[in-house]
DNA sequence: AGTCCCAATTGATCTGGGTCAAAGTTGGCC
DNA sequence: GGCCAACTTTGACCCAGATCAATTGGGACT
C-alpha cells in the first residue's frame, strides 16, 4: 500500500529479463508505457495480492521470487506457481486475484496500471500474441507439475522441484545437459512442500536422503550442487529432457 | 487418419456452444474460414493425437468427452484436462502435441488447418484475444486441481470431480446452486482415478461411501443424481462457490 | 435365456508418507 | 561473542490409500 515509485525513463532490466512486454517493445511503445508504468519492491514473506482482492495492475518480476499459493480454510495450501524473473503476474479482463502473491525473497514488480494496459492491449495485438504464448507455457507447466502431484513419489517430486529450479537457474545449453550444476534454494522446506504437496519433514527426510545416495551435495540448508544432472532427472522419473515446467 | 470430412456450409452448431473462435465470429468471417475448416469423428477409446507428434491443427470439441493425459514411461498416468463441447484443442505456434488427446465417447471435432489458422490469427486481434482468455480459464482450472491433486484427501477429491462435472453440465443458474442434479458420468473409474491421482479400487470405495452417506445416489454405475449440491461442495472442501475449475 | 466380457465392487493386507515430538543448526541482533 | 528465534533434521508411531485378489453385475451378442 506504498505510494507507487514512478520511473519515466526506460526500463534498464527489460533488454535482458523482463519479457513479458518489453521483450517485444519498441522504444516508440516504451515511451507511451511510461504513463502507465511503474516499479514496485516487495520484502521477503511479504504478501503482494490477496486471493479475492481487487487487482488494479497486471506485470512482471524483475528481480526476487514469487510463489502463487492457494489455501483451504482449515490451513491446508498448496503452491500453485513459481514466479521467477521475467515471469508475468495478473490477468487483463479480470478483477479479482485468483490466488495470493507472495514475496519469497525481496521482490520488485514492474506493474501496469490495469485499464491502460488493457486499452494498450486493444491497439498492439503483439502484445495479446506474447500473453497468449507465455500464458500457453504456464499452462503447459502447469499441467505438468499435476502429473508431479498426482503420480509421483516423494523422492521423485523433490527431484522433479530441483531439477526445475536448477534448469531455470541457469542458461540452458542445449545438448549439454548433465554436467555439474550448483545454485541456491530460493524456498524453506515449507515452501518446498507446499508447492510439492508433502508435509516439511518428508521433505526434508528426502533430501538428506538424496544428499547420502550423493545424488545432491547440500552446503549449509540452502546451498546445493547437483555433480550429474542427467542422474537428478532420472530420479525425477522424466523421461524426456522435459521442455516447459515453469 | 480418415480423410477430413468438408462442410463448406455454416458451423449449425457454433452459435450455441462452439465458442473457441465462433462465439464471437461474424457471417464474414465465417465464410472466410470455410476453406480451412473442416469436422472430423473420433470414436470412444480413440487416440485423437498421441504426445509428441506434429498436430496439423487446431480446434474445438463439438460434441462429446476428450481427455489430456500424460504418461510415465512405467505407465502411471495422469489427465491433466478434460475436453468438454466448447473446449479448444492445439497451440497456436507451436509444432508438436503436448499431451495424449484420447476421445472418452465418440467424439465430434470443428479443426482448423493450422497454419492458415495462424494467419488468420495474425490478421483477426479478437481471435487472440478469445484464444488468451480461453487459455487463462484452463490455466486457472490447472491450478485449482493442483489444490485438488496435492491436498485433497479421496473422499474430497471425488467430491470436487463430482461437483465440477455437475456444473458444467447443466446451466449456472447463478444464486441457485442447491438444488437436486442429475447427470451421467462420462468417465470410467479409471479415467476419474487418472483425473485424481487414485487408483481405481480407491474411487470406488468413495464412491460407495458418498452413496452410504447419503451424499449422491446411484443408479447403475454411471447415473447419478446429487440430491443437494450444497452438501457436495463442503464434501468437496470448496469454501467458495468456486468460480472457475474446469 | 444364456454366455461372454469388461466395468465395478469388495475384502485383506501392506506401506509411504503423515503426525507428533524432540533435538540440532544457523544467522541476525544486541 | 552470545543469545534468540526461526528453520531444519531426526525418531517413533500410525493411518489413508495402494496393492493383491476374488467376486459381482450388466449390457451386447447370439
Redesign the interface.
Known amino acids: 500500500m506504498n505510494t507507487p515509485n514512478f520511473k519515466p525513463t526506460k526500463c534498464d532490466v527489460c533488454p535482458i529479463r523482463h519479457r513479458a512486454v518489453c521483450a517485444r517493445c519498441n522504444a516508440d511503445e516504451l515511451v507511451e508505457l511510461d504513463s502507465i508504468k511503474y516499479y514496485r519492491t516487495y520484502e521477503a514473506g511479504q504478501t503482494v495480492i490477496w486471493a479475492g482482492d481487487k487487482m488494479s495492475f497486471v506485470g512482471s518480476v524483475v528481480s526476487g521470487i514469487a510463489t ?1 499459493t ?1 489455501t ?3 490451513g ?3 503452491m ?2 513459481l514466479l521467477l524473473p521475467s515471469d508475468f503476474v495478473g ?4 478483477d479479482g486475484a ?2 495470493n502473491v507472495i514475496a519469497t525473497t525481496d521482490v520488485v514488480m514492474c506493474c501496469f496500471r490495469k485499464k491502460p494496459f488493457e486499452e494498450l ?2 491497439r498492439t ?1 503483439h502484445i ?2 506474447r ?3 507465455m ?2 507455457d ?3 507447466a ?6 508431479v ?4 513419489t516423494a523422492r521423485e517430486k523433490i527431484a522433479s522441484l530441483l531439477s526445475i529450479i536448477a534448469r531455470r537457474n541457469t542458461a540452458p545449453t542445449p545438448g549439454e545437459s548433465s554436467d555439474a550444476m550448483v545454485f541456491d534454494l530460493p524456498l524453506t522446506r515449507e515452501a518446498m512442500a507446499d508447492y ?2 508433502l508435509t516439511l519433514e518428508t521433505v526434508s527426510r528426502q533430501m538428506s536422503a538424496l544428499k547420502r545416495d550423493g545424488v545432491i551435495q547440500l552446503d549449509g540448508k540452502r546451498h546445493i550442487t547437483v555433480p550429474d544432472m542427467g542422474r537428478l532427472m532420472e530420479e525425477a ?1 522424466d ?1 524426456s529432457d522435459g521442455g ?1 515446467l515453469i
Open positions: 502463487l492457494q483451504m480454510e482449515d491446508r495450501t498448496q500453485v506457481g490477468r487483463p479482463g479480470r485468483a490466488y492491449m486493444e495485438p495479446a500474441h500473453l497468449l504464448e500464458t500457453l504456464e499452462l503447459d502447469a499441467r505438468e507439475w499435476m502429473l502431484l498426482g503420480r509421483k510439492l504437496g522419473g523421461d516447459f
